[in-house]
C-alpha cells in the first residue's frame, strides 16, 4: 500500500529551536509538495519540487524556512529559530506530474506534522 | 495570482443532495481538484475536471464550468460519514492551489 510518510507526527518545541520535518514520497513520484494548514491561512503552498529541484518556494519565509530533497526518497523542511507563529500542520505530498503537471491529476497526502511552538 | 473563494460551512441532513461551490481566479489554468479532509486527517482525493462539464464517480460528482471560472461537488445520499471539510485546488502551471474548505455537518 503506497503512501507518503512523514516524521515525526507530533512535535513541541520551544521559540527558537530547530525544527526538521522529514517526507518519503511514494516511489516513483517525482514531485513533491510541502503545505503548511492553519485555522486561519487555510492549506498554504510552501514549496515544491520536480525530480528533486526546487521550482517554486515563494510561499516559504525564507529567513527561517529551508527545504530541501537530498535524494528522491527524502524531502526535509527545516525551520531555525522556530517561532510560535509557526505552530501548524506541515503536509507533504507526492504526485506525477510533467512540465505541465497536468498528468495523474492526483497528488497523495501524508498524514502531516502537528508542530507546536511554545 | 491565484484565489478561490468556497462558502465556510455547508448543513444538510443525511440523505439529502448537498452543493459546495468553488469560484477562482487564476492564470495558467489546467483544471479543477477537491479533495477531502476529515478532522485530524490528511486531505484526500475526489475528483477533477480538466473540462467543462459534470463528472461522476458514485455519489459524488464534480461539475466546472471554465468561462464561469466556477465549479462545484455534488454529494449525494449523504451518510454522517460525509461530515468533513472539501476543498477546491486549482491546478495551475506545475502547482496546485487550495481554497479555505468548506466544512459539511451531516446532521442525522
Known amino acids: 500500500d503506497a503512501r507518503v510518510t512523514q516524521t515525526p507526527r507530533h512535535k513541541v518545541t520551544e521559540m527558537g529551536q530547530e525544527v526538521t520535518m522529514r517526507c518519503q514520497p511514494i516511489?516513483?513520484?517525482?514531485?513533491v509538495f510541502w503545505y503548511r494548514q492553519t485555522m486561519m491561512q487555510g492549506l498554504e503552498l510552501l514549496a515544491y519540487f520536480r525530480n528533486r529541484a526546487p521550482l517554486d518556494d515563494s510561499g516559504m519565509p525564507k529567513d527561517r524556512f529551508s527545504a530541501e530533497m537530498p535524494d528522491a526518497t527524502l524531502a526535509t523542511l527545516k525551520i531555525q529559530p522556530s517561532e510560535p507563529r509557526d505552530s501548524a500542520v506541515y503536509f507533504c505530498a507526492s504526485g506525477l506530474g510533467s512540465h505541465r503537471f497536468d498528468s495523474g491529476n492526483t497528488i497523495y497526502f501524508g498524514e502531516g506534522s502537528w508542530l507546536t511552538v511554545v | 495570482g491565484q484565489s478561490l473563494e468556497q462558502p465556510s460551512e455547508v448543513t444538510a441532513v443525511e440523505g439529502a443532495i448537498v452543493q459546495m461551490n468553488c469560484t477562482y481566479q487564476t492564470s495558467g489554468f489546467y483544471g479543477l481538484s477537491w479533495y477531502q479532509q476529515h478532522d485530524g486527517g490528511a486531505p484526500t482525493f475526489l475528483s477533477y475536471?480538466?473540462?467543462?462539464g459534470l463528472e461522476e464517480t458514485g455519489r459524488f460528482s464534480s461539475f466546472l464550468s471554465r468561462s464561469d471560472s466556477y465549479g462545484y461537488l455534488l454529494l449525494q445520499e449523504l451518510q454522517m460519514k460525509d461530515s468533513a471539510s472539501y476543498f477546491c485546488a486549482v491546478r495551475g502551471p506545475g502547482k496546485l492551489i487550495f481554497g479555505q474548505g468548506t466544512e459539511l455537518s451531516v446532521k442525522p
Open positions: 516511489l516513483g513520484h517525482n514531485t
Open positions: 475536471n480538466a473540462l467543462d
